[in-house]
Nanobody
Framework: QVQLVESGGGLVQPGGSLRLSCAASGTIFAFNVMGWYRQAPGKQRELVATITSGGTTTYANAVKGRFTIAKGNAKNTVDLQMNSLKPEDTAVYYC?????????WGQGIQVTVSS
């Protein structure tokens, strides 16, 4: 059974930084794409950033220049460095991994930006 587990969330003041990490277990294959999504209260889940196995990245306009996605050192791991955080970045952040037509999700981790 494939499981993705996020870590690194929490409470941070506006302008601060957080680093999210995600690690997958229970699989022998490498994801084609890994990414981060987020869902704020009352809103739909939205893309934050993705990275392909070849290292190509995409970012939501709202986070460009502030967030950086990178593959971890181990297979099927991905990090999200979040800088210059804003209150509107407050959300539950989800890690995802895609292999072929299959998509896998973590349970999510809370990020709260507040003074």
């Amino acid at each position: 059974q494939v499981q993705l587990v996020e870590s690194g969330g929490g409470l941070v003041q506006p302008g601060g930084s957080l680093r999210l990490s995600c690690a997958a277990s229970g699989t022998i294959f490498a994801f084609n794409v890994m990414g981060w999504y987020r869902q704020a209260p009352g809103k739909q889940r939205e893309l934050v950033a993705t990275i392909t196995s070849g290292g190509t990245t995409t970012y939501a306009n709202a986070v460009k220049g502030r967030f950086t996605i990178a593959k971890g050192n181990a297979k099927n791991t991905v990090d999200l460095q979040m800088n210059s955080l804003k209150p509107e970045d407050t959300a539950v952040y989800y890690c995802s991994g895609n292999y072929g037509r299959s998509a896998y999700w973590g349970q999510g981790i809370q990020v709260t930006v507040s003074s």
